[in-house]
């Protein structure tokens, strides 16, 4: 999910949350800020998998180098 969605579902929920009982504007509440955290968490781990995919290529030329020195 991307942030344009995230925003659209606060405009939403904004124009509903008048005509909602108190029960549902709060499970409302309480979903977007759990989506807003795992966009966060989303992104971290995103992050943290490129870096480690970068290190894997590293380590890999690494290893055939040495390797190749070993012949």
Known sequence: MNEAKL?????????????????????VAELLAEMEQL????????????????????AGMSTKLKDALYE
């Open 7 to 27: 925003n659209e579902y606060i405009r939403r929920k904004a124009e509903i949350l008048p005509t909602a009982d108190e029960a549902a504007s709060t499970l």
């Open 39 to 58: 966009m966060k968490d989303n992104e971290r781990l995103r992050k943290s998998l490129h870096a480690a995919g970068k290190g894997k290529s590293r």
